[in-house]
């Protein structure tokens, strides 16, 4: 049997160990608060009394390129959830994802239905079953209006996680996740060109290349520098920078008062991966600095209710404040709010979710598996169950280290099995 084996002691690290990778939790809270002030003074909206760009005419022409963020997002989720799948059995990735992103997500569900529905109905209306329908976080499968605007991204994360699911169900091994991530964003692309709706749908043509470029600097992490490795990286390094200057006319040109500029969308793409490779491949990696994870715990709570609150708060206090009062006001509560939610929902109950869901997946495997057989993903089938890896995506996974290849483990015990 093909397996990923462990490495002791690191990625079984507890949250906040010594053994994570604390710069990276302080640029998940970079990519989200550039989300965050793109749409606070970038995107087209009425808040303010007037258009954006007469309020903020320098800030806006910068803060229009705040929309990718969500590349930096994505490409650190590659990194991370491969980190999360790696050496874990599917139960526990299923509800190591479920426990770190329904309960922060139902509660910006919550605070932005009462928003939405009691405090501020002329933000934009709302019925209760469309907020119902967002609860199960599968609005878009239903063709039901997003909550909130930012929630587009996390259906391409969800079915981001089916893909690596359906690869852990299949085995991982070296050369499956190197196939894997070279042919992934080439057949995606093949079926956006095809006008394949449903292919399209399941393979994330425009955003593929940035999770496996993440997928495979983490595999670099792991399995050491390679030449492969490496242009496996570049290719879709270049793939998501293609894609996202292609994506930036809808993204940016037609919501903000700004034309973009490819060559700035491909440097900022490309720096996505220049600075998790840094933040991860070198010594960065050291960086010990508790604030850091601090403000990445705050990374996904904020993604979800910064925009419509954030709003509300320019809306009320705009004609009473200066803009830029207002603006640091905005950025404040919804940072409070997040905080919130994280300590008061998140904390509480993400683990107890995850526990209780991975109980009941392991207790629905040994009831259905085949007598005198163990459960696929079991310890006794190969894997070993771990601990969660996460904080979270958008801003939603937790950033743990894992020693590079060789670097303090015995290699008969922590090596990939080849096949």
């Given at each position: 049997?093909?397996?990923l084996?462990?490495?002791?002691?690191?990625?079984?690290?507890r949250?906040?160990?010594?053994?994570?990778?604390?710069?990276?939790?302080?640029l998940?809270?970079?990519?989200?608060?550039?989300?965050?002030?793109?749409?606070?003074?970038?995107?087209?909206?009425?808040?303010?009394?007037?258009?954006?760009?007469?309020v903020?005419?320098?800030?806006?022409?910068?803060?229009?390129?705040?929309?990718?963020?969500?590349?930096?997002?994505f490409?650190?989720?590659?990194?991370?959830?491969?980190m999360?799948?790696?050496?874990?059995?599917?139960?526990?990735?299923t509800?190591?994802?479920?426990?770190?992103?329904?309960?922060?997500?139902?509660?910006?569900?919550?605070?932005?239905?009462?928003?939405?529905?009691?405090?501020?109905?002329?933000?934009?209306?709302?019925?209760?079953?469309?907020?119902?329908?967002?609860a199960?976080?599968?609005?878009?499968?239903?063709?039901?209006?997003?909550?909130?605007?930012?929630?587009?991204?996390?259906w391409?994360?969800?079915?981001f996680?089916?893909?690596?699911?359906?690869?852990?169900?299949?085995?991982?091994?070296?050369?499956?996740?190197?196939?894997?991530?070279?042919?992934?964003?080439?057949?995606?692309?093949?079926?956006?060109?095809?006008?394949?709706?449903?292919?399209?749908?399941?393979?994330?043509?425009?955003?593929?290349?940035?999770?496996?470029?993440?997928?495979?600097l983490?595999?670099v992490?792991?399995e050491?520098?390679?030449?492969?490795?490496?242009?496996?990286?570049?290719?879709?390094?270049?793939?998501?920078?293609?894609?996202?200057?292609?994506?930036?006319?809808?993204?940016?040109?037609?919501?903000?008062?700004?034309?973009?500029?490819?060559?700035?969308?491909?440097?900022?793409?490309?720096?996505?991966?220049?600075?998790?490779?840094?933040?991860?491949?070198?010594?960065?990696?050291?960086?010990?600095?508790?604030?850091?994870?601090?403000?990445?715990?705050?990374?996904?709570?904020?993604?979800?209710?910064?925009?419509?609150?954030?709003?509300?708060?320019?809306?009320?206090?705009?004609?009473?404040?200066?803009?830029?009062?207002?603006?640091?006001?905005?950025?404040?509560?919804?940072?409070?709010?997040?905080?919130?939610?994280?300590?008061?929902?998140?904390?509480?109950?993400?683990?107890?979710?995850?526990?209780?869901?991975?109980?009941?997946?392991?207790?629905?495997?040994?009831?259905?598996a085949?007598?005198?057989?163990?459960?696929?993903?079991?310890?006794?089938?190969?894997?070993?169950?771990?601990?969660?890896?996460?904080?979270?995506?958008?801003?939603?996974?937790?950033?743990?280290?894992?020693?590079?290849?060789?670097?303090?483990?015995?290699?008969?015990?922590?090596?990939?099995?080849?096949?």
């Amino acid at each position: 049997m093909v397996t990923l084996s462990s490495e002791p002691g690191r990625t079984a690290a507890r949250d906040g160990g010594p053994d994570r990778f604390r710069v990276l939790d302080g640029l998940r809270f970079v990519a989200a608060l550039s989300v965050v002030v793109f749409h606070f003074t970038a995107r087209a909206h009425e808040d303010w009394g007037t258009s954006v760009d007469r309020v903020f005419p320098t800030l806006s022409q910068y803060a229009a390129y705040g929309t990718l963020g969500v590349e930096f997002f994505f490409v650190i989720s590659g990194f991370v959830i491969l980190m999360t799948a790696w050496d874990r059995s599917l139960a526990d990735y299923t509800a190591s994802r479920i426990g770190r992103l329904f309960p922060a997500y139902w509660a910006g569900v919550a605070l932005s239905t009462l928003l939405l529905v009691v405090l501020w109905p002329e933000g934009r209306p709302v019925e209760l079953g469309e907020a119902l329908v967002n609860a199960t976080m599968l609005q878009e499968a239903w063709g039901v209006h997003r909550l909130e605007g930012v929630y587009w991204t996390l259906w391409i994360e969800l079915r981001f996680y089916l893909l690596v699911g359906v690869l852990m169900l299949v085995g991982l091994t070296r050369a499956r996740i190197v196939a894997f991530c070279v042919l992934w964003p080439v057949v995606g692309a093949m079926a956006a060109r095809a006008d394949s709706a449903l292919l399209e749908a399941v393979l994330l043509p425009t955003h593929a290349p940035l999770f496996a470029g993440g997928m495979m600097l983490y595999f670099v992490l792991r399995e050491g520098h390679s030449l492969v490795a490496w242009l496996v990286v570049g290719m879709n390094a270049v793939f998501a920078a293609h894609a996202a200057d292609r994506a930036a006319v809808g993204r940016i040109d037609e919501i903000t008062a700004v034309e973009h500029s490819s060559p700035v969308v491909w440097l900022v793409t490309l720096g996505c991966f220049a600075v998790v490779a840094a933040a991860t491949l070198t010594r960065l990696r050291e960086v010990r600095w508790r604030w850091l994870t601090v403000l990445g715990a705050l990374t996904y709570p904020l993604y979800l209710v910064h925009e419509f609150w954030g709003r509300y708060v320019i809306h009320l206090l705009t004609p009473a404040l200066p803009e830029y009062a207002v603006l640091g006001i905005a950025l404040a509560a919804t940072v409070a709010l997040a905080w919130g939610v994280h300590r008061l929902v998140e904390r509480p109950f993400a683990g107890r979710l995850r526990r209780t869901i991975l109980r009941e997946l392991q207790d629905l495997q040994r009831t259905t598996a085949p007598v005198g057989t163990a459960p696929v993903g079991s310890p006794a089938a190969g894997r070993a169950v771990r601990p969660p890896h996460g904080l979270g995506t958008p801003g939603c996974h937790g950033t743990r280290t894992a020693s590079p290849a060789g670097v303090g483990r015995d290699p008969r015990a922590s090596t990939l099995a080849r096949s």
